[in-house]
């Protein structure tokens, strides 16, 4: 049930966000507005653990529904009424404070309700579902321009009822408090303590395991390749039917990926070290296979030379397989680099409170990184520079979580892993010396 909230509302919105420019033929204001989503984002994600732990998971997961419906309705709007920008932009930045509740409580969700062993295929699972609602908000949007070279009010309206049945799933959930492992252990569910031991908690989480720091890079470049993918590259060489296809290919490919490295990831045959190692060397391989493919489309075209909409690719002809080739492979490494992040995260604690806090670090750093691209985006940059740093960034991702993975992962997670589980030990353990010592 986490997977179909998160297909009907993180899923529409990245079905309108893979159309390039939301759709719209002029992109700027779609990416003025995606930088204000991930700015809000990253200062509201890095607290978002810290207020799941406190109102309940299942409250939290509610509260981050709720912008999404507004945000789609805004490229309604704005398709209708062409003067609209400045609601899409605050649109946008009131997704951004909701969107950061919504992937922490899913976050805490998904790494807290499996066993160790079945880490790395609860992602696969959530993430091929959650993808699954981009393939569909792509199919409704391809279907409505099929025979159109400019995006209709349809295809805002369609992904706009589905967001709405998002809204409603959180309302039909158990309590996580009820949730039941497979293995037969209960979930431990946060502990609603004060806000001021709970900010303590967000100190506690990084001192007790600074490893987390060496995977702040990685999740840097999560969402920072987006902006590429999108806008310079899909939005800038094909027409609105071509991106409606790419945008298809794209998240029905991420299907595929996630599956594909979730077995890797939880494979019984290797130790789960070997499968980090494993899991590493894979996104190497992809990373430096679709950054060379698309430098070689890259080098010939540039803002100045992109033709109006009309002109730009069609499905039809000769150069498109190719290109959208490469849609599916980035479709494969996206899955492949988030789902990873998540497994890592994973790996280091099944504590859920923990785990919370990682996911808010995890979603306030990806955060950052993409609306500082997304208004680079925005400004102007040349096409080549942003391509460029996007290639860099994910390169150094990988270099920096290298030594945390030698390091840090184990084979199994032990006590010493739980910081927060031993500071609550520690809280509870010195009340019960202070009631013995007062008598009571």
């Keep these: 049930m986490v997977a179909f909230v998160c297909f009907l509302c993180p899923g529409m919105f990245n079905a309108l966000t893979g159309l390039g420019g939301g759709g719209q033929v002029d992109p700027t204001t779609?990416?003025?507005?995606?930088?204000?989503?991930?700015?809000?984002?990253?200062?509201?994600?890095?607290f978002s653990g810290t207020v799941n732990n406190k109102?309940?998971?299942?409250?939290?997961?509610?509260?981050?529904?709720?912008?999404?419906?507004?945000?789609?309705?805004?490229y309604l709007a704005i398709n209708i009424h062409p003067d609209a920008g400045w609601f899409v932009v605050t649109s946008g930045a009131l997704l951004g404070v909701t969107a950061a509740f919504l992937w922490t409580a899913q976050g805490a969700?998904?790494?807290?309700?499996?066993?160790?062993?079945?880490?790395?295929?609860f992602i696969s699972i959530f993430w091929a579902i959650f993808n699954l609602g981009a393939v569909v908000g792509a199919t409704v949007s391809f279907g409505q321009n099929i025979h159109s070279t400019v995006s209709s009010n349809g295809t805002y309206v369609g992904i706009l009822v589905l967001t709405l049945l998002g809204v409603t799933i959180p309302l039909l959930m158990a309590d996580?408090?009820?949730?039941?492992?497979?293995?037969?252990?209960?979930?431990?569910?946060?502990?609603?303590p004060s806000w001021k031991s709970e900010f303590h908690g967000l100190w506690v989480a990084i001192i007790t395991d600074p490893m987390i720091l060496l995977l702040f890079p990685m999740f840097f470049a999560s969402n920072y390749f987006y902006t590429w993918q999108f806008n310079d590259y899909n939005s800038a060489l094909f027409n609105i039917r071509a991106r409606s296809l790419n945008n298809f290919m794209y998240w029905l490919s991420q299907i595929i990926g996630s599956g594909m490295i979730g077995v890797v990831l939880d494979s019984k045959r290797l130790r789960r070290r070997v499968r980090a190692f494993t899991g590493w060397g894979i996104l190497l391989v992809m990373t430096f296979t679709v950054h060379i493919w698309a430098y070689?489309?890259?080098?010939?075209?540039t803002r100045a030379s992109i033709p109006i909409d009309s002109q730009k690719m069609d499905i039809y002809d000769?150069?498109?397989?190719?290109h959208v080739w490469l849609m599916i492979f980035y479709g494969l490494l996206d899955a492949m680099w988030q789902t990873?992040?998540?497994?890592?995260?994973?790996?280091?604690?099944?504590?859920?409170?923990?785990?919370?806090?990682?996911?808010?670090?995890?979603?306030?750093?990806q955060s950052a990184g993409a609306a500082g691209v997304w208004r680079m985006d925005a400004i102007g940059l040349p096409y080549m520079n942003i391509f460029l740093s996007t290639w860099c960034l994910v390169v150094a991702g990988l270099v920096f979580a290298f030594p945390m993975i030698y390091l840090r992962i184990r084979d199994t997670t032990v006590l010493e892993d739980e910081g927060l589980m031993q500071r609550d030990q520690e809280i509870n353990d010195t009340r019960a010396k202070g009631m013995i010592e007062s008598g009571n």
């Excluded at 779609?30 to 890095?46: D, E």
């Excluded at 996580?176 to 609603?192: A, E, N, Q, S, W």
């Design 30 to 46: 779609s990416a003025n507005s995606t930088c204000a989503v991930y700015a809000t984002y990253a200062f509201f994600a890095f």
């Design 55 to 74: 109102i309940g998971t299942k409250r939290t997961l509610l509260f981050g529904t709720l912008g999404y419906a507004l945000y789609v309705s805004s």
């Design 109 to 121: 969700m998904m790494l807290s309700y499996c066993t160790e062993a079945q880490k790395g295929i």
């Design 176 to 192: 996580p408090d009820k949730m039941i492992r497979t293995d037969g252990t209960r979930v431990m569910m946060p502990r609603h």
């Design 296 to 301: 070689y489309y890259q080098r010939t075209y």
């Design 318 to 322: 000769t150069g498109y397989p190719a």
């Design 340 to 365: 990873t992040s998540f497994w890592l995260i994973g790996a280091m604690s099944n504590d859920t409170n923990k785990l919370a806090i990682y996911a808010g670090f995890y979603h306030s750093i």
